[in-house]
């Protein structure tokens, strides 16, 4: 192996399990910390037309313009006035930056597959496609989020074509 590989191997190695936990309302939700690239506090938000309402507009971070979405809204969540606790969690979902709106970024935790389970199949529906499982971490419960499955293609297509008319 070349020394990239190796280092590869190694980070993700050490990624292993880990998950960046945060809120929205009284729920927990988890979401695999292989995909974070970093967390910012809220900013000045550019509003784009013709997106779903979940997608609140680009940021303008060091350069990159990052689409942004709502979480409280894509879960079809009260929408609520941000506050010094809300949180841009930028993620890479397929070699794409995200930013995502929260509540507020609690932790990062170390949650084994044995303490991960399917989540319910209550209805077939949009909102279950984004749960990859349910954790249990002492009393409580994180929802795991999907990110391979937390946007629609034809809205990430529709994502690219906006930043492509902005550039």
């Known amino acids: 192996m070349v020394e990239n590989e190796v280092t590869a191997v190694r980070e993700e190695e050490t990624q292993k399990d880990k998950y960046l936990c945060f809120q929205l309302d009284d729920a927990e939700y988890a979401l695999a910390i292989r995909h974070v690239v ?3 506090g809220i900013q000045r938000i550019t509003t784009i037309p013709d ?3 979940y997608i609140r507009g680009v940021i303008n971070l060091r350069g990159k313009i990052i689409p942004v979405i709502d979480v409280r809204m894509r879960f079809q969540l009260d929408e609520r006035d941000y506050d010094d ?3 841009i969690i930028v993620v890479s979902i397929n070699d794409k930056s995200v930013g995502l709106i929260v509540d507020t970024v609690n932790e990062v935790l170390n949650i084994p ?3 991960i389970q399917d989540p319910p199949k209550i209805k077939k ?3 279950n496609r984004f749960i ?3 954790a249990r971490v ?3 419960v994180k929802i795991i989020i999907n990110m391979e499955k937390f946007l629609f293609e034809e809205e990430m297509e529709g994502i690219n074509k906006k930043e492509a008319v902005l550039s």
């Open 38 to 40: 970093e967390i910012i």
């Open 125 to 127: 529906g949009s909102q």
């Open 85 to 87: 606790r809300t949180c």
């Open 113 to 115: 597959p044995a303490q």
């Open 51 to 53: 997106v779903p309402p």
């Open 132 to 134: 990859a499982g349910l």
């Open 138 to 140: 002492g009393d409580s």
